[in-house]
T-cell receptor
Framework: KAGVTQTPRYLIKTRGQQVTLSCSPI?????VSWYQQTPGQGLQFLFE???????NKGNFPGRFSGRQFSNSRSEMNVSTLELGDSALYLC????????????FGPGTRLTVL | GNSVTQMEGPVTLSEEAFLTINCTYT??????LFWYVQYPGEGLQLLLK???ADDKGSNKGFEATYRKETTSFHLEKGSVQVSDSAVYFC?????????????WGLGTSLAVNP
């Protein structure tokens, strides 16, 4: 079966711009979580969506937002980009009732200049 | 709060050497524990997991035992291969309902030389 798809894979933006990243989960997986991965901070949880509702949120400023659509696809948006937002953004999906099994996408590499 | 500490890398070994990557955690209650692996240019993959004390997770020759008394979940493999070269992450999930938030260690890079 198809895996988790993230688009785009690479993105270059400048400070002050905004960006939208997309994640298409495995068919039937209704939970989508987002993580930011940087060399200094490692992997940090951004938020989790389930059935179009945000169920959990990490400690990121309000510039980071997300949503989930009825087909379980999810987007995250970062507004007013800062240099420190340069990172690999990963999404993970899972089935309802199986919180210990999550599948990760390849990530979107965002570079802010 | 909940946290994960794993040994810093990089770790460099020769093929067929024994591998240990240490991981300790701080958490309330009884979290689920995981090891994920990230191969070069690929996404994170679940390597193994354990959901309660004394459970042993195993996969592809790797093992880790959930030790509640020492709050540890060390990763071991008896004989590493060049193909095991990757970054290994220890993580925990606090068991509260359907909470899926993973808390991660910083990762340990492993390089295996032929």
């Amino acid at each position: 079966k198809a895996g988790v798809t993230q688009t785009p894979r690479y993105l270059i933006k400048t400070r002050g711009q905004q960006v939208t990243l997309s994640c298409s989960p495995i068919s039937g997986h209704r939970s989508v979580s987002w993580y930011q991965q940087t060399p200094g901070q490692g992997l940090q949880f951004l938020f989790e969506y389930f059935s179009e509702t945000q169920r959990n949120k990490g400690n990121f400023p309000g510039r980071f937002s997300g949503r989930q659509f009825s087909n379980s696809r999810s987007e995250m948006n970062v507004s007013t980009l800062e240099l420190g937002d340069s990172a690999l953004y990963l999404c993970a999906c899972g089935l309802a009732g199986s919180p210990d099994t999550q599948y990760f996408g390849p990530g979107t590499r965002l570079t802010v200049l | 709060g909940n946290s994960v500490t794993q040994m810093e890398g990089p770790v460099t070994l020769s093929e067929e050497a024994f591998l240990t990557i240490n991981c300790t955690y701080t958490a309330t209650g009884y979290p689920s524990l995981f090891w994920y692996v990230q191969y070069p240019g690929e996404g994170l993959q679940l390597l193994l997991k354990a959901t309660k004390a004394d459970d042993k997770g195993s996969n592809k020759g790797f093992e880790a035992t959930y030790r509640k008394e020492t709050t540890s979940f060390h990763l071991e493999k008896g004989s590493v291969q060049v193909s095991d070269s990757a970054v290994y992450f220890c993580a925990l999930r606090w068991n509260a309902g359907n909470n899926r938030k993973l808390i991660w260690g910083l990762g340990t890079s492993l390089a295996v030389n032929p």
